[in-house]
């Protein structure tokens, strides 16, 4: 029953905000689940501080690229690419922002916990602990975590766990 | 076990090559191909392949050394961006001619968009001007397989064979299955054939012919001919063809749309040459034909048949990338559906930017503000970036602006007080193309100023060594090649070294350069820019930090934005100055010197 999902994910920010990682991580974690999976993602000139999306197609898809008004999930690293690239989404879709303002979404100071966890750079994992533990993603966390374990540099292992674990601990869910 | 991994499309073909017994493999980078070599080094260390890997200093040099490779005999690969066959193109269009022993396989990352590149072209067309096979994959999983397929219909009919990825191929990621390499670990035999090698004019008739036939032959190879998704007979003699990842998106679309199933599509993975019997039947059994293709008319163009839809007939859009949502619109118009509901327009992203601290912004800061009536040719790199703030006026191909200072020269040679030429290149790109044009420049006497932003890297297409740096691909030390040796060498008098971070001093050898350009005995004067890229962070942990701050002097007059774009500076509005982005700022301590008020001061 698994295998019949289907899921369309969106990361977006900006160069340098670990949007490929993200993608990674969420990529490894499919396949972890047993399902197929296809990322596009950006690369070169446009990674130095500009606009950066990817996408992410978990099933039985064949092109990598979501077409507007396709993606179920929207990990939003930055508020400002809302005008960008919330074209993509479903109506339905659930949308996921690093920030501390509230607005027509799901929402949390990524940044924030990210440098109380020791560096800006792993907002990227809070977010995506944030979104998981919501349900809207295709795993589990604990599958989630698993990868982090095991594609993390040794170096900054602890750092993107204790990441991810503040993401999951947003809404106050008990944590292992 | 079955190993299946998480591949990027590059990394795919780079464990591809490993896995097909390839022994000999170099590459130039260049978005969107440059990880393949890297994935190749990795595979190789990971499987004890024996392969030689290299970094070569530009894409001619790295078709030339595969070439002479596979003529021994062994598997040999290239790998570079659409336009860097460009600069093979030399070695690329007679090794056709004289063909290859070992398998040989050309692997051009094309960039419809284009994303990264400075023209869209469709290297497929490349293959045909040619007359070589070239294969299209669709996915990562497909790239690779075909990595086989390329070596082994090029060993059969000794003629090197293209593999054409696009962007989306080459940075999609999928799950991969990989399987143990091949060791062929051939003796290399050379050999000698004169009239092959060498061929002479006398020789190239023959070859010609034998070329034909081998393109004849390949095209009437049933495994090439497109598989057929076939249609339930619903949409009478309508077929949609396509190709690469637009075959990709096709196919998702029409099964989002509940088409598929209901019209014939085909996937060509070669589109040249296109298998002869799909031709005929294509002709004879459908009347509605939509060729969905990235990024030239190829298919098209062989079809040759008045009722197909495509780039060239005006279908679908004649230059740009076909994202699923263009796609769509062709889709609807080609079967008569009702549009679409067209979501809102999106908003533009951000541009992108030098990064904070970037020696490059340094640099360009203060040529800019030496020479306020300069004109300043540069090249391709991050520094291109530089046109964010007024800081080059061209960019053409690379190594293409030190040829550029020798022509505005020229041009100006002779006029009352002419404009100071300032040249801008990075270290790689003169190592990859710059020279000849350097040694043209001193012989013809032309007198222009060059600067040579050393970072230590390849740092746009992410961070290759330079043969400058000694360290090769697979991390062993080489013999390094200096620059300030090269230009000795090229018969430079005027060279100088300066880490652009001190911009007092660097100003200073700029217009020292200027009076030596001005002067009777003048010529070309170069200013090496001196200091590491930091997107490697050791090198920003190593230097030392200032603490910047603005201070209660800003008037919010936005010099330090348009004119330097730091992304650690910001305007805040609502108080009309400029503020620190701590998180951004690498604390480097340039921009003090850059604000008119003396605001920025270290605390």
Redesign the interface.
Known sequence: MMKNIKQQIIVSG???QGVVFA??VI??A??EAGL????????????????VVSHIKIGA??????????ADVGLFLTP??L?????LMTKEGRIFVNTASSGDYEHCDA?TLA?DAGA?VVANLVLIGYAVQTDSLFCTAELMKNVIRRISQPKQLELNLKAFRLGLGVNGTTQK | MKD???LMGNEAMGRGLVECGCEFFSAYPG??S??ILAASVGFAKETNAKMHLEWSVNEKVAYEGALASSYTGKRSAVAMKQVGLNVAADPFMRSAYLGVKGGFVLVVADDPGP??SQTEQDSRFFAQFAKIPVLDP??PAESKAMVQTAFDLSEKYEIPVMLRPTT?VC?????VSCDEPVFMERTPRFEKDPGRWIATPQFIPELHRKLNEKIDDISKLDDFRPRCFKGDGSRKATCIIASG?A???T???LE?MGLLGQIDLFQVTLPYPLQRNFIEQIRSGYDHILIVEETYPVIEAQLLDPRVQGRQSGRIPNRGEL???VI?GALEKFLDLPAG?A?????????????AGCPHRAAYYAIKTTFPRGIFPSDIG?Y??GMNFGAIDTCHCMGACISQGTGFYFAYAGQEDPPAIVVSIGDSTFFHAGIPGLINAVFQKAKFILVILDNATTA???NQPTPQVGITADGTPGKPVLIPDILKGCGVEFIRECDPYDMDDFSAHLRDADRYCRSVEGGIAVVISKHPCLLDRSIRDKQPVFEVEVTEDCTGCEECLNEFEC?ALLLDKAEGRVVIDE?TCVGCGVCVSVCPMGAITRK
């Open positions: 900006v160069g340098g993608t990674r990529a490894e499919s396949m197929n999976v296809l990322t596009s993602e950006s690369h070169g000139m446009a990674m130095r501080g500009g606009t898809f064949k092109s990598p690229l979501i077409r507007r008004g396709q400002a690419n005008g960008v690239h919330r074209d940044t440098k800006v | 299946e991994r998480i978005t969107p440059s990880e994303h990264s669709s996915s989306r940075h999609a990621r999928q799950n990842v075959f990709a998106c196919y998702d679309l989002d994202t699923p949502d769509q509901e979501p809102p327009a999106a908003a533009k992203g951000k541009r992108p930017a030098l990064c991050c291109t970036l746009m297409t992410g992304p998180n």
